[in-house]
Structure formats: C-alpha cells, structure tokens
C-alpha cells in the first residue's frame, strides 16, 4: 500500500513532455496543426523542430529560437470523441435500465438488511 501512495504522485503529474531536451541549450519541439471533428475523423498535420531555447528568468516558460525543421510534414488522424460519448451514454443508460427492470437490486439490500437484523438480535 506505501508503494501504491509513493507512485500516486508520478501517474497524477507525469505526463508528456512538449519538447526533447537535447541539451547545450537545444531542444526538440514538435509542432501541430489539427482540424477537429466531433463524429468525424481529427485529420492534421505535425513535424519535429530543433530550436534553441532560453528562459527570461528562471521561472519563466521557455522560448524558442532558431529552429530548423528536422523532419517532413507527417499526417496525423484520431478518431473524433463524439462516437465515444455516444458509446458510455447508452452502456450508462443500458445498465441503468436493466438493474432498475431486473428487481436485483431490491431483492438484495433487502436479503442483505433482514440477515444483519437478524444475526444482531441474536448476539450477548
């Protein structure tokens, strides 16, 4: 379980980088251009800079200069979010509907409640 706290922190605030650093001042930048689509397919396009970067002072973001395209325009495509919406409304209102249309549920908080009343009232 200590383990499981310690690595918390690393999954909540790891993530993907926006820039390679190359070191000596240089850094990998990539670059996106992406048209979105809600039921449609994300179509764009992205390529790789190598820029060189600085900070205006030190807890500034960096800024970059001097870069030179290292590779060639690459189409990129994803899938738009709204069939996946789509999906968890009706899986959400399909589990919904069949526990409320089963009885499951009643029945057994019931059998549940009237076996702990029961084993209570026969306790020292």
């Not at 900070?55 to 994803?78: K, Q």
């Not at 089963?102 to 009237?114: F, K, Q, R, Y």
Request: charged share 10%; net charge neutral.
């Amino acid at each position: 379980m200590k383990r499981l706290v310690w690595a918390l922190p690393l999954f909540l605030l790891g993530g993907c980088a926006s820039y390679i650093d190359y070191g000596n001042g240089r850094y990998g930048v990539t670059k996106v251009s992406e048209e979105r689509s809600l039921f449609g397919t994300n179509g764009g396009f992205m390529f790789l800079e190598n820029c060189e970067g600085k900070r205006a002072n030190p807890g500034a973001t960096l800024e970059f200069t001097d870069c030179h395209t290292m590779t060639p325009l690459t189409p990129i495509y994803s899938q738009g979010v709204g069939g996946q919406l789509g999906g968890g409304i009706a899986t959400g209102l399909g589990f919904g509907l069949g526990s409320v249309f089963s009885g499951a549920t009643g029945t057994t908080s019931s059998a549940v409640s009237n076996a702990a009343a029961t084993a209570g009232s026969k306790g020292h």
